[in-house]
């Protein structure tokens, strides 16, 4: 199991960030994760994270097959 906060920003040539004098502010995230190996062959991952940023700030899932542990 894993616990995760996470932060983003991307900007372009014509958009600049907020820092650099430009209007594009860094994205947030909180989540958590659970990973499993199934049979010993496929370790699948279970995720929820909540954007801190969106308009819709909803719960976002995700189920996933990763690599080996």
């Known amino acids: 199991a894993v616990f995760f906060a996470d932060a983003?920003?991307?900007w372009s040539?014509?958009?600049?960030?907020d820092f650099a004098g430009g209007t594009?502010?860094?994205v947030r995230?909180?989540?958590a994760a659970v990973r499993v190996?199934?049979?010993g062959l496929v370790p699948l991952e279970l995720s929820a994270s909540?954007?801190?940023d969106r308009a819709d700030r909803g719960v976002r899932?995700?189920?996933g097959i990763r690599q080996g542990f």
């Open 8 to 10: 983003g920003l991307a």
């Open 61 to 63: 899932w995700q189920i």
């Open 37 to 39: 190996n199934v049979f």
């Open 50 to 52: 909540h954007p801190l």
């Open 29 to 31: 995230s909180v989540g």
């Open 13 to 17: 040539g014509d958009e600049r960030p």
């Open 24 to 26: 594009r502010r860094p």
